[in-house]
Nanobody, 122 residues
Framework: VHVVESGGGSVQPGESLRLSCVAS????????MGWYRQVPGKERELVAI?????????ADSVKGRFTISRDSAEDTVTAFLQMSSLKPEDTAVYYC???????????????WGQGTQVTVSS
């Protein structure tokens, strides 16, 4: 499974950005798919994610400001992260994560994207 992110950039506080994550390859069943972020010197943290039942989980710091969504095509799955009312503390490298497997075999995957930088500064 190949994962490619896009959509990062530099914005001012209060502005919006939308990140995209395209996963392609032998996807089969998706157990979870979402976004994490990391700043230098700190651990990678969950931002928003779809779980196995399709439910979503958000970090408390982004609830009400960020929205995760997903779209599926024949051979790809795309996850979006709509980020609104951005704050300087949202500055980080954002990583897409996808986990899945085949329901009737031992095939599983856990893949990270390469990361996309989001900078919020006045």
């Amino acid at each position: 499974v190949h994962v490619v992110e896009s959509g990062g950039g530099s914005v001012q506080p209060g502005e919006s950005l939308r990140l995209s994550c395209v996963a392609s390859g032998s996807i089969f069943d998706i157990y979870s798919m979402g976004w994490y972020r990391q700043v230098p010197g700190k651990e990678r943290e969950l931002v928003a994610i779809f779980g196995g039942g399709g439910g979503t989980t958000y970090a408390d710091s982004v609830k009400g400001r960020f929205t995760i969504s997903r779209d599926s095509a024949e051979d790809t799955v795309t996850a979006f992260l709509q980020m609104s009312s951005l704050k300087p503390e949202d500055t980080a490298v954002y990583y897409c994560y996808i986990e899945g497997g085949h329901p009737h075999s031992l095939y599983e995957y856990h893949e990270w994207g390469q990361g996309t930088q989001v900078t919020v500064s006045s």
